[in-house]
């Protein structure tokens, strides 16, 4: 059989592969065939019928979207009776749709409105009276409106195929036919909002975003997810400085157009009424109100003194700020502090990883591996949960690539639906019960292993060590919590480890022994809310908080900082799998300032000279002198993610080895951060719990 | 008892037996000649069985009158997954109730039919879907089924021929659209009955994804005569490529309805004349649905032809499911129109823009033009919007449809005018539908 | 859910009758038999059938808006269908619908006070030649006449 085929339409002649469809054919020759059922990805429907065309030897109009190409078939798209077909369609559609675009929140967005525009009658024969129903609420985050509704089920599939969860199903039938949600009068699933968008009218709106705006009102900032540690781009729209809603329906970014509630919704965070909004400073046991000038000098003439008398710091990075200020951060500990003693909430371990995989050049996964390699194991995580875009492209890889997924976890997951094989373990057990999966694996060509907290210290390389045995080429994932986790680690916040993983010649107290240390003089935590779940041993600390809220540690602070959030500055993050990406400010809270400038500030106030703390100066720095950042700009300037370089050369262990212990989010929480979320606060679902098989 | 008194002109093929009391009994069904088909396509190769098929020119009875024989040659036979064999006895074509009575007077005519089918296609499970308001039909396939189990003539190892046949009946629950084949695969997997998708082809991945052979209740239930006959002879019975003889459903406007046996080729007016003793009270025939209201009606005058798959199309029209209506000079073609399309849009599954947002824009326009309410410009919109759904749905039932439709406000255009301005419809002042 | 020993007869049957793995296509037969025995399909109905065909609740409320004959509202005791379609149209089945209406003094899918009757005009219902038809419950009634109807209905009230 030939692998390429010829077709002429209307008068181009183009070329496909066999297979291909009419719809995606035409595309080569410029030529676009309209579409509503029809959806990259998702399963065959051909129920809308607007991508009738004619194809010359068939008596009837052809189906484009469910027409595979063949040789010598002549199309055209573009004569009187396609395009009274495309006009029939379009009509039809009108007929009990509800024409109430200029309330609609899809209005200016809705593919119905340029459709009918492109290829619609100028005016309706419908002369009858429309069918209406009434609104309703799913849930906190979806409505449905059903005379708005074609029924053209992308919904329907993307919660089915894409979130594997089938939440929604249609019943009745004929003109009555309507989308059900699965527990009968309401939604119980991830609340992610992929069917609200996929919508392409305003059928399916969010609680969130309903009646707010007009979308041409609004800017519209490309930034990456704060919450979790996959990297999703979302594309925030902005009016006068407020975030009104999250998606990312330009398909931009690693994610393409996948987003779960917390990168979909979970913005509100930033304009929540007990956001700090100036400076705090503890005057009589209470802390109060003070000026930025007031609050840094308290700091410095603090700080001076401690470190004048020779008294013990802590600090404590966050793992949701920029590389940038990770780096500048160890860098003031270092050389202005001058400790060593800084370290941030470990999630997993990626430095016994990076040791475990020196020298190989092709033995770390990127997001993308999740979708393209023919099969993937997971090790310990209920995926679906805690890392939900891998979940989604592993969904998507079985989906499109027949792809084999093995599954070693404690309790039952979503990915088991998919599963080639899953195997439960009881703790400790991770290693033994991948023996069980070894034949099964072995006759795999390729593999990606992803492993949870659950694999750590010398597990990291017994777990390579059985990766090396299958013998077939196998890339490997420490998963990680937030944003930033992984950047954390490799910009060196870490007692140890300077950037890059290199050693640091005395290593310091990590973070749980900083707050077992008794005599400790000051803590500084940035971004971060270590008291939430530990107990400072120190009796009288001066504490020192850069935070968004009054968080626990917060409350226990001399000095607070209201800083601003990962969506409200710029700089890079480095996601799980090392893909490097740029944040883009999207709007500015009054009162706050990035952590950046609140570093440069205090040192500037310390009388330290660390350089200028502009962000794009710092990621120089970063790419000259961090192992694995000499990352093409370009990629990243242009919105892109460019994965950071495998190490080449040894990882020193922690002197004293740490159980690192990740926070384990669901769906619905995000840390500290979460409980500042109107949304994962309210959704039905939350706080949601791991292992359940949801 | 029989629901209508035969009539001796019929050719009586299928029905022979009909009126046989305990027709449901094994015994009764073999001491008429019953299962012996079955017994001689055992010895046969299926092939040679599948010859006979196509050689007898039997055409499906459910509506689209595709060649039988050759439905049977593409089932892979050789596949290694599992073949099943289904019988559709959805029958909700309106005209259309023959179904009813071959299951009713003679189950086990369709249960050989099937046995032969299985033997053809090497499939060893059938399922007959019959539509739920046949609950009484249920029962008795059941009680059929029961006896030919108890019997020997199905369940394993039939009458020692090493065949093994399981078959089951599957209630269907009020929806035209589950005829559809494929929409009835989805029903009968438990899911809403949508059509799917062809190709594939139910032959080849049909019921729960195997090859499966489907065919109607008459189709199924002329097999054994076929076979015990010869194809040659159930050929010679009716017209070139048009096999065999038909039960033909007559209703409507006659002194005689009924269910007659009539070989295919038989001629339309004679029919009505011969077997519905004419059009009811000595009125004039306006128009003849020859093959269930999904076909173009015929204008008295169009009516002079023979009735076989090939005729009927020449004239612009189908055979269909041999639902024959016939309507007299005092009918309302609007009220027609309307009543037609108020069925469809009631049954129309709602998976295609057009079908699903045509009819019910159609049914609305039709109500208010019968109402009075009409406009001029109405009437070639329902031409239009008709036109719009033809050839352009997911499945049959949007030309369905459209082309009863198209054909009344085409051949019946005057009628549409005589409702415009507000007139009262001319016919319901008339108490012409008196009771029979 | 309990259900008599007949119909759990018959469910236990129709779990075997498809191949394995696919006792989702037992969802509608259930249904049908089930709700002549509970008066409808109640939720509970839908919850229980799901859990015996392993399927979620959400795909039963699927099928139940399709199929018109599972009933989500209780009926009458005697369900009064008219057929209104070609046939039955032409012969007077409309008519006899609009005196159905009248002598029970229900419309269309409603149910007497008390109880007894629900009455629904229906779709050709296979019965054309005999036209015009009426189904009770599960029973046809040919060459129905208003006459004839009234009868019927009499005879069902006084048989309660
Ligand atoms: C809307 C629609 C309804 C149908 N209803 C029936 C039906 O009730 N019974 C039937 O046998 N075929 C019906 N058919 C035809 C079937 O799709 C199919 O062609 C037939 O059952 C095949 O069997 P046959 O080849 O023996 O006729 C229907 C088709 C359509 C499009
Ligand atoms: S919000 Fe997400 S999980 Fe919920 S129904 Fe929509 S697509 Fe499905
Ligand atoms: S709600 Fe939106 S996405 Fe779902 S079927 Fe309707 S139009 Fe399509
Ligand atoms: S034509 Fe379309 S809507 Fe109508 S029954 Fe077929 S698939 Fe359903
Ligand atoms: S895009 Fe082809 S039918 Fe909808
Ligand atoms: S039209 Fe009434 S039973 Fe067929």
């Not at chain 1, 013990?312 to 951060?329: D, K, P």
């Not at chain 1, 099964?440 to 907290?453: I, M, Q, S, Y």
């Not at chain 1, 107990?535 to 540690?553: C, G, I, R, Y």
């Not at chain 2, 799917?196 to 109607?216: D, E, I, Q, S, Y």
Request: glycine letters at 10%; one cysteine or more.
């Amino acid at each position: 059989m030939s692998d390429i085929v010829h077709l002429t339409v209307d008068g181009k002649a183009i070329e496909a592969p066999p297979g291909t469809l009419l719809i995606n054919a035409v595309k080569r020759a410029g030529i676009e065939i309209p579409a509503f059922c029809y959806y990259d990805g998702l399963k065959l429907q051909a129920a809308c019928r607007m991508c009738l065309v004619e194809v010359e030897k068939t008596p009837k109009l052809q189906v484009a979207c469910t027409l595979p190409v063949a040789e010598g078939m002549v199309v055209h798209t573009d004569t009187p009776t396609v395009h009274e077909a495309r006009k029939g369609m379009v009509e039809f559609l009108l007929t009990n749709h509800p024409l109430d675009c200029p309330v609609c929140d899809k209005g200016g967005e809705c593919e119905l409105q340029d459709m009918t525009f492109r290829y619609g009658f100028g005016e309706s024969r419908f002369l009858e009276q429309k069918q209406h129903i009434d609104e309703k609420q799913w849930s906190a985050v979806v409505y449905f409106d059903r005379p708005r509704c074609i029924n053209c089920y992308r919904c329907i599939r993307v919660c089915d195929e894409g979130m594997g969860l089938t939440a929604l199903g249609i019943t009745n039938r004929g003109v009555l036919a309507e989308i059900i949600p699965n527990e009968h009068d309401h939604l119980n699933c991830d609340e992610c909002g992929m069917c609200i968008d996929i919508c392409p009218v305003g059928a399916l709106t969010s609680g969130m975003y309903r009646y707010k705006t007009r979308p041409w009102e609004m800017k519209h900032v490309g930034t990456i997810c704060t919450h979790c540690s996959n990297g999703c781009k979302t594309t925030l729209g902005v009016r006068n400085d407020e975030i009104i809603r999250g998606n990312n329906r330009d398909r931009s970014g690693l994610n393409g157009e996948f987003l779960c509630i917390k990168g979909r919704y979970a913005f509100d965070f930033t304009h929540h009424a007990e956001r700090l909004q100036s400076p705090l400073v503890r005057r009589n046991g209470k802390l109060e109100a003070a000026s930025w000038s007031e609050a840094l000098a308290e700091v410095a003439k603090n700080w001076t003194a401690i470190k004048q008398r020779g008294g013990r710091f802590g600090v404590i990075g966050s793992t949701r700020t920029t590389n940038e200020e990770n780096f500048f951060l160890q860098k003031f500990a270092r050389q202005v502090l001058g400790t060593n003693n800084i370290d941030h909430h470990r999630s997993g371990d990626v430095p016994t990883l990076l040791d475990a995989l020196s020298g190989r050049t092709d033995a770390l996964a990127t997001t993308a591996d999740f979708y393209e390699r023919k099969a993937v194991l997971i090790v310990g995580a209920d995926l679906s949960q805690e890392q939900p875009f891998l979940a989604w492209q592993v969904r998507a890889n079985v989906r499109h690539h027949n792809a084999h997924i093995y599954v070693a976890t404690p309790g039952p997951v979503r990915e088991d639906r998919v599963a080639a094989a899953s195997v439960r373990y009881q703790e400790g057990g991770e290693l033994a019960s991948l023996e069980n999966l070894r034949e099964k694996l072995r006759a795999e060509p390729e593999l990606v292993v992803a492993f949870g907290d659950a694999i750590q210290g010398d597990a990291v390389r017994q777990l390579v060590n059985f990766g090396d045995s299958l013998g077939v080429p196998v890339k490997y994932v420490a998963l990680l919590d937030y944003s930033n986790s992984r950047g954390a680690l490799d910009m060196g916040l870490l007692p140890h480890l300077g950037p890059g993983y290199h050693a640091v010649d005395t290593p310091g107290m990590s973070l749980a022994a900083m707050l077992a240390d008794e005599s400790l003089d000051a803590l500084w935590v940035v971004g971060a809310n270590p008291l939430g779940r530990h107990v400072l041993a120190a009796s009288k600390p001066f504490v020192v908080v850069q935070d968004l809220f009054l968080t626990d540690t917060a409350e226990h602070a001399a000095v607070v900082f209201p800083a601003a959030s990962a969506y409200e500055k710029s700089g890079t993050v480095t996601n799980l799998c090392g893909e490097v990406q740029r944040l883009e400010a999207a709007i500015k809270v009054a009162g706050t300032k990035p952590d950046l400038e609140i570093f440069g500030l205090l040192a500037r106030e310390m009388g330290a000279n660390l350089g200028i703390w502009q962000a794009s100066k710092i990621f120089e720095e970063i790419r000259g002198s961090v192992r694995g950042y000499n990352i093409p700009l370009p990629i990243l300037t242009t919105g892109g993610a460019a994965q950071t370089a495998a190490l080449n050369g040894h990882v020193p262990a922690p002197p004293r080895a740490e159980r690192i212990q990740a926070a384990h989010n669901t769906l619905f929480t995000s840390g500290s951060l979460g409980q500042f979320s109107r949304t994962l606060q309210v959704v039905l679902e939350a706080p949601g719990a791991l292992y359940q098989g949801r | 008892m029989l629901y209508n008194e035969p009539n001796p002109l019929e050719t009586r093929v299928l029905t022979k037996r009909f009126g046989i009391p305990n027709s449901e009994k094994a015994e009764v069904y073999v001491a008429n000649g019953g299962y012996q088909a079955f017994l001689k396509a055992t010895g046969m190769p299926p092939e040679k069985i599948i010859e006979e098929v196509k050689v007898s020119n039997l055409r499906g009875r459910g509506g689209a009158g595709f060649p039988t024989g050759l439905k049977w040659s593409f089932v892979p036979r050789t596949s290694p997954k599992p073949k099943y064999l289904i019988c559709n006895a959805d029958e909700s074509e309106p005209g259309t109730c023959k179904d009813r009575l071959l299951m009713e007077y003679d189950p086990h005519q369709l249960i050989e039919g099937m046995l032969i089918g299985g033997l053809a296609v090497d499939s060893h499970k059938g399922y007959i879907y019959i539509r739920g308001e046949y609950r009484y039909l249920i029962t008795m396939m059941e009680h059929a089924i029961d006896d030919a189990y108890a019997h020997g003539w199905l369940g394993k190892n039939i009458q020692g021929t090493g065949f093994d046949f399981d078959l089951y009946v599957h209630t269907g629950a009020g929806a035209y659209e589950c005829g559809e084949e494929t929409a009835l695969l989805d029903s009968i997997e438990g899911k809403r009955g949508v059509p799917r998708m062809k190709p594939p082809f139910p032959a080849v991945a049909g019921a729960w994804g195997c090859p499966t052979l489907l065919n109607n209740v008459e189709t199924y239930s002329a097999v054994p005569n076929i076979i015990r006959d010869g194809g040659a002879a159930f050929a010679a019975l009716g017209t070139p490529k048009n096999g065999g003889t038909r039960l033909v459903c007559l209703s409507g406007h006659v002194n005689k309805p009924g269910v007659y046996e009539i070989p295919l080729g038989y001629p339309m007016l004679e029919f009505i004349e011969k077997f519905g003793g004419g059009v009811r009270g000595g009125k004039k025939l306006k128009a003849v649905i020859p093959g269930g209201s999904s076909c173009p009606v015929l204008t008295a005058s169009e009516c002079d032809i023979i009735m076989d798959y090939d005729t009927l199309a020449k004239a612009g029209s189908m055979l269909g499911s041999g639902g024959m209506v016939v309507i007299d000079e005092d009918t309302c073609m609007v009220k027609a129109a309307l009543r037609i399309m108020r069925f469809y849009a009631h049954e129309s599954c709602g998976w295609c823009v057009p079908c699903r947002e045509g009819t019910t824009w159609l049914r609305k326009m039709l109500q208010r033009f019968h109402d009075g309410m009409g406009q001029a410009s109405d009437i070639p919109i329902i031409g239009q919007v008709s036109k719009n759904m033809l050839g352009r749905t997911f499945c049959a039932l949007g030309d369905a449809a459209a082309m009863p439709t198209i054909s009344i406000v085409e051949k019946f255009r005057e009628e549409f005018e005589a409702h415009l301005d507000g007139r009262p419809c001319p016919y319901e002042h008339k108490p012409a539908m008196a009771l029979a | 859910m309990t259900f008599s020993p007949a119909l759990e007869a018959r469910f236990a049957k129709l779990l075997t009758i498809y191949p394995e793995g696919r006792q989702r296509s037992a969802v509608v037969p259930m249904l049908m038999y089930a709700q002549d025995e509970v008066g409808c399909v109640t939720r509970e109905l839908v919850e229980e059938v799901a859990r015996r065909c392993g399927v979620q609740p959400m795909q039963v409320d699927e099928v139940i808006g399709y199929y018109s004959m599972l009933h989500t509202k209780p009926l009458g005791k005697y369900h009064i269908q008219v057929c209104t379609n070609i046939s039955c149209l032409l012969t007077g089945g409309e008519e006899l619908y609009e005196h159905a209406k009248k002598t029970l003094g229900i419309g269309n899918k409603e149910v007497t006070p008390d109880g007894l009757f629900s009455l629904e005009e229906v779709e050709c219902m296979g019965a054309c030649s005999w036209a015009p038809a009426v189904e009770v419950n599960y029973d046809f009634h040919h060459h129905v006449t208003c006459e004839k109807l009234d009868r019927l209905i009499e005879d069902l009230r006084k048989l309660k």
